[in-house]
């Protein structure tokens, strides 16, 4: 287990619109803050688009799988999807952020559809709503994803950097 102390860890409540996409609104943040590194351990809303990916370690690529929303009798939308739990961290790779969304999610029942829940690995979450969380951010050390080389592996990893004032 490699580690880094996290000593300036800040907590930084937020809220997300009707629209907004999960994935880029935390990109956005860090590149916007300036922080070098930002976790969210949990949040809450309504999300009227999720996409979940699935990693495939033969070879190398996500499978990309939009979540199903019931569909009322004129074939409209009845439900949004609820997230069981959301996770994420914002590190960098290369000049880049690269957030790193998982979850789970289940919607509501309809006349057809029953409830389905699902989860993995978020590309993207549109909020249905609103949404809301604390993210937990530091100016210490920048995380940056780097490629693991080792052929069990194959995944950019984690390696810390020291920040310079």
Request: negative net charge; contains cysteine; proline residues 5%.
């Amino acid at each position: 287990m490699i580690t880094c102390a996290l000593k300036g860890l800040r907590p930084i409540a937020f809220r997300l619109e009707h629209g907004e996409n999960l994935n880029t609104a935390l990109e956005d943040f860090v590149v916007t803050s300036g922080v070098g590194f930002a976790y969210l351990p949990g949040m809450v809303g309504q999300f009227d688009e999720v996409e979940l990916g699935f990693f495939d370690p033969e070879s190398g690529l996500y499978t990309f799988r939009k979540l199903p929303r019931p569909q009322s009798e004129d074939e409209k939308p009845n439900s949004r999807l609820e997230p069981t739990v959301i996770s994420a961290n914002v590190s960098w790779s290369g000049h880049q952020p690269f957030a790193h969304v998982h979850g789970g999610f289940a919607s509501g029942f309809s006349d057809h559809g029953g409830r389905f829940v699902g989860g993995g690995h978020i590309s993207r979450a549109v909020v249905g709503r609103t949404a809301e969380g604390v993210l937990f951010v530091t100016d210490d050390i920048t995380v940056v994803r780097v490629m693991d080389l080792d052929p069990d592996c194959r995944v950019r990893v984690w390696h810390f950097e020291a920040r310079r004032s």
